[in-house]
């Protein structure tokens, strides 16, 4: 059971770098989320995918381009890297059609800014 | 303002206590309440979900309760065991929209023997 893969576990770019963090779920979730979590703070989104074929903004879109490629997968994109965007990145994955189902999330993504 | 706050921060218990986690929210509507487990360097796994009709739900031994009145939920571990050291995060969904999850910060378990 691989549930929400993401890929790569850990990355360390400079900035101005771009990169993209990929995320892929097999358990035929027609949502899906990107969060940042920080030292002290909640989780807090980024952008979200209602649906495949569908994006929308979450509290902290600026600095990030996201792309739902098809119903398994949803990229986030970091056009210009900023020491500010130095993180953990989690991917979730939901099944919107089923009341009262959980998130499920990947192991992060583990990002530094120099 | 939608808002969760969890207590303590950080709590250091010895194996095989017991301990209570607080989680108090400002959600509305509210829709329902989830606690998750985040072990350190995974991403977070939910333990349990509490409705506005529940006011207590376990899973083996956690144990969450749930006061939609005064709008506070306690997450208790029995017999704590070394396992249990993890972050654990409460989360209040709001009725309506795609977008309508509110974080804790966490509660920063360590268990020790």
């Known amino acids: 059971n691989a549930g929400v893969t993401q890929t790569p576990k850990f990355q360390v770019l400079k900035t101005g770098q771009s990169m993209t963090l990929q995320c892929a779920q097999d358990m035929n979730h027609n949502s899906m989320y990107w969060y940042r979590q920080d030292p002290g703070m909640g989780l807090r989104l980024i952008y979200y995918s209602a649906s495949e074929g569908t994006t929308d903004k979450g509290e902290v879109p600026n600095g990030y381009n996201v792309s739902r490629l098809n119903k398994r997968e949803f990229s986030l994109r970091l056009e210009s890297a900023a020491p500010s965007q130095t993180s953990v990145y989690f991917c979730?994955?939901?099944?919107?059609?089923?009341?009262?189902?959980?998130?499920?999330f990947g192991d992060g993504t583990r990002l530094s800014i120099l | 303002k939608n808002q969760v706050e969890q207590s303590p921060q950080s709590l250091i218990i010895l194996e095989g206590k017991n301990c209570t986690l607080q989680c108090n929210y400002t959600v509305s509507p509210f829709s329902n309440l989830r606690w998750y487990k985040q072990d350190t360097g995974r991403g977070p796994v939910s333990l349990t979900i509490?409705?506005?009709?529940?006011n207590t739900k376990s899973n083996g031994r956690y144990t969450a309760t749930l006061d939609a009145d005064t709008k506070q939920s306690s997450l208790h571990i029995t017999a704590s065991q070394l396992s249990d050291s993890a972050s654990y995060i409460c989360v209040v969904s709001a009725l309506g929209g795609a977008n309508n999850l509110f974080f804790g910060t966490g509660t920063r378990l360590t268990v020790i023997p």
């Open positions: 979730a994955s939901k099944d919107r059609a089923r009341v009262g189902q959980p998130q499920h």
């Open positions: 509490m409705t506005f009709s529940e």
